[in-house]
């Protein structure tokens, strides 16, 4: 992991994770550290693969915690070991019991399911119809119902590769192989291995564990025949289940009032009144009481039920974070060619539609070509009037918030906003999806149309700053949107 200055700084979910400063820019993509490592390592899975191959073993772990369980795998261990068929008997996976010759295979389940507490708990297996050897271990274990959160709470816990209980069983798989005779290690490390998990230092002898069980010794050629059957079953035999996430049921907490805001904008309309003092064309004061009465517009917007906890709360709250950043630039200018020139831009905006609408095609239903007409004309005659293509400034809303210095806003708001705006996958995902709280399920997806996270206070936090740029342009106007 590279070291850096900003890698030094505490996350708020105190997740070790390589920041962004510890990646590697490469043309337009940042790239992490392991990305390097891409095509030279093949990842196995724990979760997907090996995990169903141990899954009786998971089971096991799920009984009555790690005593138990570590006392019972040493009991299979030293069956292994002291057998003297025990290279025969080196892959406990299930599929790896399965090919072992019929008569040691019922010999070494036999020897599994010895303990009352482990025939009555495995008898989950009998819900899946393509268990490996499913007639040998039927025979040991009883006919009741089986309980279906034991297998939940088993597979739970070892969806993560580096669980106690998955390292555990992790250990079992490896430790077999070594009593077998079929793995080599340094002696120092099999010492290490059979204390566990009472000896050594915990910091090495997991890691070599999780190392050494990766390997595929048992498993090749590679076959997910019953790994991909597990998933499958359990997919099918079980429920989808809700996480019980305080977000989901979480009500939107409104912080402000439409009366409130209707209330602000009559008091922003008189303050207009008392400061403009023409009715000639003053660019300045048109675009700062424009771009507020803009904002507070969105704000009331936002307040109609279930908009700040939807998609368009997010359109709105990036309108609002550029509406913030133009008027930032344009005040921090304060310069009188640049409020004309952004002035123009938008009526250019509007000759090129009202142009288009005009001769090239219908208008669609939502453009009011009488008004689009009457700001492409109203400050210059549209013979006169340029199109700009390309952006008002010529610079980005980047470097406009960083010159005018808020780029800390820019950062907060835009990236996240863009991919509503864009519809891409991550904001596709949020407001489509929910994880399924079924462990069975592997973590996937189900559709579900819940409320995201309320937008109001942010929006109402970017309006305010709106309101404060607009109070230093024409003092004094103190009134804001009230934030609880
Ligand atoms: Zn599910």
Redo the contacts with the bound molecule.
Sequence with gaps: MPKSKNSKKKSRSGKNRTPISGHTRVGKQLLPPFAKMEGKVAFSSWTNERMPEMLWAVIVRAIDGQDFAISQFRRIINFIGNHERREELSDLTHTGISKIDPALRAELIACITKHPAIAEALIILRIFNDLPAAADWMVCIPEHAPDIELLMTAVGQNLWHQSQEATDCRWLRLMAQLAAGKLHVPREMAEEWIGYPDVGDQKSVRPSIRASEIAPTSMDPRDTAWADSFWLEA?HNT???VLNNEMVAKPAVVPVTRTAISDLIGKLEEHWQGTHSTTSVDARHDSVFGIAFYALRLIDELLGIGVGTGILGRLGLRTLLEAYVSIHYLLHKDDEALWKKWRAYGAGQAKLNALRFDTDMEPPKFINIEWIEQIAGEDIWEEFLNIELGNWSGLDLRKLSEQSGCKDQYDTHYSWTSGYVHGTWGPVREASFTT?G?PL?RM?R?PDQKSLPDTVSDAVDLANRILDDLNAAYPEFLHRIPVQ
Excluded: M, V
């Design positions: 997919w429920p989808c289940l399924c079924n399920h996937h189900y």
